[in-house]
C-alpha cells in the first residue's frame, strides 16, 4: 500500500503494511529492529498507539474517518503513549518522516492499494 498526502502531493510511504485484525493490532512494530524509510504501519481501526517495547522512536499521524490528519507525533520515543481520540486510524512512520513531507495536522491523505 501506498499513502500521499493530497493536500502536499508528497509521498509519505510507498511501502505501507495494513494491520486490520485484532493480532496484527496488537503486534504493530514491536517484532522489528527499525523501520526503513518509506514503509510503515496502517492500523486500523486505532486511536491510540504505545512504544513500550520498542528500540526506536517512530512518527505517528492520526486520522480520520475522512482520511484528514487530525493529529501527530513527532519522534515518539520508546516507552511512550500518544492518544487521540477523534481518530480511526493511526500510520506510523519511521522518525523524520512527517518533517520531511511537511505533513500537517488538516492534511488529506490517499491510500492507494498496489
Same mark, same amino acid.
Request: hydrophobic share 45%; proline share 4%.
Given at each position: &500500500? $501506498?499513502?500521499?498526502?493530497?493536500?502536499?502531493?508528497?509521498?509519505?510511504?510507498?511501502? =505501507?503494511?495494513?494491520? #486490520? @485484525?485484532? *493480532?496484527?493490532?496488537?503486534?504493530?512494530?514491536?517484532?522489528?529492529?527499525?523501520?526503513?524509510?518509506?514503509?510503515?504501519?496502517?492500523?486500523?481501526?486505532?486511536?491510540?498507539?504505545?512504544?513500550?517495547? &520498542? $528500540?526506536?522512536?517512530?512518527?505517528?499521524?492520526?486520522?480520520?474517518?475522512?482520511?484528514? =490528519?487530525?493529529?501527530? #507525533? @513527532?519522534? *515518539?520515543?520508546?516507552?511512550?503513549?500518544?492518544?487521540?481520540?477523534?481518530?480511526?486510524?493511526?500510520?506510523?512512520?519511521?522518525?523524520?518522516?512527517?518533517?520531511?513531507?511537511?505533513?500537517?495536522?488538516?492534511?488529506?491523505?490517499?491510500?492507494?492499494?498496489?
Amino acid at each position: &500500500m $501506498r499513502i500521499i498526502n493530497a493536500t502536499r502531493q508528497k509521498t509519505i510511504g510507498d511501502t =505501507v503494511r495494513l494491520a #486490520v @485484525s485484532f *493480532l496484527g493490532r496488537l503486534i504493530g512494530l514491536l517484532a522489528t529492529e527499525r523501520l526503513p524509510a518509506g514503509t510503515g504501519l496502517i492500523i486500523k481501526p486505532c486511536n491510540s498507539v504505545h512504544t513500550f517495547g &520498542m $528500540r526506536y522512536p517512530i512518527d505517528v499521524v492520526f486520522v480520520d474517518k475522512s482520511n484528514i =490528519v487530525v493529529a501527530i #507525533v @513527532s519522534r *515518539l520515543k520508546p516507552g511512550r503513549l500518544a492518544l487521540q481520540r477523534r481518530a480511526e486510524y493511526v500510520v506510523e512512520l519511521p522518525a523524520g518522516t512527517i518533517e520531511a513531507t511537511f505533513t500537517q495536522i488538516g492534511d488529506k491523505l490517499e491510500l492507494q492499494a498496489d
